[in-house]
């Protein structure tokens, strides 16, 4: 009845009219509501189940889990380098992987006396000792990476005292040299014993390929810990570690004292270069520091400065108070205090040659150019097994002159090698934190689950093949 009085008086084009509006209306809103429930439908595609199936796939999966045998004492034969760097991979890494960290030695190691534990902030301790509790869970396991961060000098070693070293499916050696050789016995370790070595650069890269390394060979670099090497964090205090040059301009250089690290060519160029007139101090912090410093011809009486053996909790503040830092070394692996000179926005010299010529570039820093080499430890072969096979090492030659010339531009150009030690904060900031390097192990160890975990062909794949590439500096051998 109310349809009929709704028709009344009216035409039937307008009722036909209003029949249609209403048909449309409802067709409308049906297509609405569709566009409602697939607009719904691509949210949820795209913002939940996408990304958990992604991160499911990407993420390192929990039959995988990694063992890490390193030490962080810090004397002996592995050395405070290693240590500091066992740290610096073990933290961040345990955010992204299931770790359990073992101690290299027979060691409880958080209470031996040489133990970098007792200088570590309060968070990394705490993360030690978790990874620490994890290693003695997981190592029963029999599905697991192990990486072994030591020199393969102690493979051996290491294979006689653990019976399950073969359980593993995944073995990894983290290992380094600072010629263009290795000690003999390495490459026939790595090669029996090993499925992958990492090292730090390119130039360790070819030096083992050169040797005949036939395991795949990982570049990982190493990092450092930007809250703790900050310019912003550290203060500045001269008259604490400088206080009989706390008014000059003040060259640090900090590193073990051996004939590597060239600090003959380093003593003689600063005391050529520089009088006790300047107002310039060379100071010097090493371990082991030797009685030929205090012998050292010395004509121009330039002021050099022995500094003791200090925490390594004020090493930020000794970067902070000096104004410049030089490591004129013969070859390193890395190069670890110069690369925390560098992340201090400190103005820093140092040879491009070998681990440092991963990071030393003239944008930012003022690097010792290298244009030849020579035998290495000429006076101390016994340390490689005799002087017949140290001559299979080289290193390279440090040029007095160019050291000079590197020290009197820093000195003469204290404003812009200031802004280029700004510039070296920020991009050891951007890519060189442990954080960093943490992230480019995480995708390494992705690459070993879908290769070997997944029954992949390694040897087939094409990240094998991209590992055996022939790229990185040529080697000149001492004649």
Request: glycine letters at 6%; hydrophobic letters at 40%.
């Amino acid at each position: 009845m109310r349809q009929i009085r709704a028709l009344r008086g009216r035409s039937w084009a307008e009722v036909k009219a209003s029949q249609t509006a209403d048909f449309n209306n409802r067709r409308h809103g049906r297509c609405y509501q569709w566009q409602c429930l697939l607009r719904y439908m691509l949210c949820l595609w795209f913002f939940v189940i996408f990304p958990y199936v992604a991160m499911t796939w990407v993420s390192v999966p929990n039959d995988l889990t990694v063992v890490w045998s390193a030490t962080i004492q810090q004397q002996g034969l592995i050395g405070a380098g290693f240590a500091h760097e066992a740290v610096d991979f073990l933290v961040p890494l345990s955010n992204h992987v299931y770790i359990g960290w073992v101690n290299e030695r027979n060691l409880n190691p958080f209470k031996s006396s040489d133990s970098a534990y007792h200088e570590l902030k309060d968070s990394d301790k705490v993360v030690l000792k978790k990874i620490y509790e994890q290693g003695r869970e997981i190592r029963k396991y029999d599905n697991q990476v192990l990486i072994l961060q030591f020199q393969p000098s102690f493979y051996e070693g290491y294979l006689r005292s653990n019976t399950n070293f073969k359980s593993y499916k995944y073995k990894i050696g983290r290992c380094m040299f600072e010629t263009t050789s290795v000690p003999e016995g390495w490459v026939r370790t790595i090669n029996k014993h090993l499925d992958e070595i990492w090292v730090p650069s390119k130039f360790a890269k070819s030096v083992f390929l050169k040797e005949g390394v036939k395991v795949p060979i990982v570049v990982i670099k190493e990092g450092f810990d930007p809250e703790v090497f900050s310019s912003k964090n550290a203060t500045s205090d001269k008259s604490k570690f400088f206080n009989h040059c706390k008014k000059d301009f003040v060259f640090l250089s900090a590193s073990k004292w051996e004939d590597r690290k060239g600090w003959d060519v380093l003593l003689q160029a600063f005391t050529e270069e520089f009088t006790g007139i300047d107002r310039v101090c060379l100071a010097i912090r090493s371990t082991g520091l030797k009685d030929q410093l205090n012998h050292q011809n010395n004509p121009n009486h330039a002021r050099i400065l022995k500094i003791d053996k200090i925490a390594m909790n004020d090493y930020p503040s000794l970067f902070k108070s000096a104004d410049a830092f030089i490591l004129p070394s013969h070859g390193e692996g890395w190069g670890r205090t110069a690369m925390e000179a560098l992340a201090m926005g400190l103005p820093t010299i140092a040879s491009r040659w070998s681990g440092l010529g991963e990071f030393i570039a003239p944008e930012y820093s003022i690097p010792i150019n290298i244009t030849d080499v020579e035998y290495a430890f000429a006076n101390e072969p016994g340390n490689l097994g005799g002087k017949q096979f140290a001559h299979k090492h080289s290193w390279a030659r440090l040029d007095k002159y160019a050291v000079r010339a590197a020290l009197r531009w820093v000195y003469n150009n204290q404003l812009e090698a200031a802004k280029m030690g700004e510039r070296a904060e920020q991009f050891m900031n951007t890519y060189y934190t442990r954080e960093v390097i943490a992230e480019d192990i995480h995708k390494r160890l992705l690459q070993i689950y879908h290769m070997k975990f997944r029954t992949r062909n390694l040897q087939n794949s094409e990240d094998h093949n991209l590992l055996h590439s022939k790229e990185g500096p040529i080697l000149k051998e001492g004649t």
